[in-house]
């Protein structure tokens, strides 16, 4: 619903959005020059969704995604919701040599961009004017592999792609408390602790407690609960230079089961 509402979290993501860095002219496309990592301009954008698992790692490479609508029991106006980004095989093919090394990267054309990727971009990058593709996750890999994979990606930072890993670093979805929807930040003790550890790990940068997540306190196995909401945080980490402090917003629950606390590197 955060796709089609005016509220704090869809707010912020416009604000950020007002920071990317614009698109060159094609024109100058030919005279393109990278950038020191940080301030590059903006060439596409790579989404690791939560609702995108494979077996083993996939990159879209439609010319023209299509916009996913994988849910349902929701408002006609969320289905009518479409984000006409332009995709791009080419970058795709970039993205498949940079992983080489990393990951057998297939390309695909059978999936488009779902809500945990359009939701967002229809705030924080509205204009839809540069390609967007997904990288999936690979639900027979180690959390070592998706660090590693972030890591082996840092290259294409510094050449212009924006990576957003989009999931929830609560999400429990059997623990919301469905007639509090609507109180503001209401979480339960749990979800409150989980939030903090996960938020701490990350601003210290421990990423192997990250990837152990099974290792740390009760909470956190109750806000991980199914990890694909949980692991592009681990891409994203991996993806983050050692000297980039962590920027968080967005830092709210919602439902007493959920957060949307969000962090920004770069």
Known sequence: MNAIENNPFSATWRRMGETLTRPPLPAKMASYQPASHGHPVLRAIVCISAHWLTRGTQVTANERPKTIHDFGGFPRALYEVQYPAPGSPSIAREIQQTLKSTAATMLSEDWGLDHGTWSILVHLHKSADVPVLQLSIDATATAETF?????????????GILFIGSGNIVHNLGLVDWNRLNDINFAHDWAREADKIIS???????????????????????AVNSAEHYIPLLYIMGLSYPEEKAQFFNQSAVGGALTMTSVRFG
């Not at 660090?147 to 050449?159: E, H, M, Q, S, Y």
């Not at 790990?201 to 909470?219: A, D, M």
Request: glycine content about 2%.
């Open 200 to 222: 701490s790990l990350v601003e210290t940068k421990n990423v192997k407690s990250l990837s152990q997540w099974n290792k740390l306190p009760h909470s956190v196995q109750l």
């Open 147 to 159: 660090v590693k994979i972030g890591t082996a990606l840092r290259p294409l930072r510094d050449n």
